[in-house]
């Protein structure tokens, strides 16, 4: 079992920066890849950002994100973070971290084992 505690959402004017992080407790963290994922009230949750094991590998949704989001990670603190930059209005959501014990990139929401509680992010024009 992983517990998942997401923090540092909020509200932020556009042009501004928040940076998410998620702390995991429970079994060895660097066992699993993380990602990072946002949802709006009536739509599917979307895939943000992804994050190898060891950190070295990150993907993320080009058309949203690329460019302006970085996803990061402290196995010696057991954190993974999303720092974003540049933030939008069409940013605005609920922002959940996810954990799966694997080694490949992993898209879909279906197929994380573990989540967090989410975050609110709120981008203001």
């Known amino acids: 079992q992983v517990q998942l505690v997401e923090s540092g959402g909020g509200l932020v004017q556009a042009g501004g920066s928040l940076r998410l992080s998620c702390a995991a407790s429970g079994r060895t963290f660097s066992n699993y890849v993380m990602g990072w994922f946002r949802q709006t009230p009536g739509k599917e949750r979307e895939f943000v950002a992804w994050i190898s094991r060891s950190g070295a590998t990150t993907y993320y949704d080009v058309d949203s994100v690329k460019g302006r989001f970085t996803i990061s990670r402290d196995n010696a603190k057991n954190t993974v973070y999303l720092q974003m930059n540049s933030l939008k209005p069409e940013d605005t959501a609920v922002y959940y971290c996810?954990?799966?014990?694997?080694?490949?990139?992993?898209?879909?929401?279906?197929?994380?084992?573990?989540w967090g509680q989410g975050t609110q992010v709120t981008v203001s024009s």
């Open positions: 996810a954990a799966k014990s694997a080694t490949l990139l992993v898209l879909t929401a279906s197929s994380y084992d573990y």
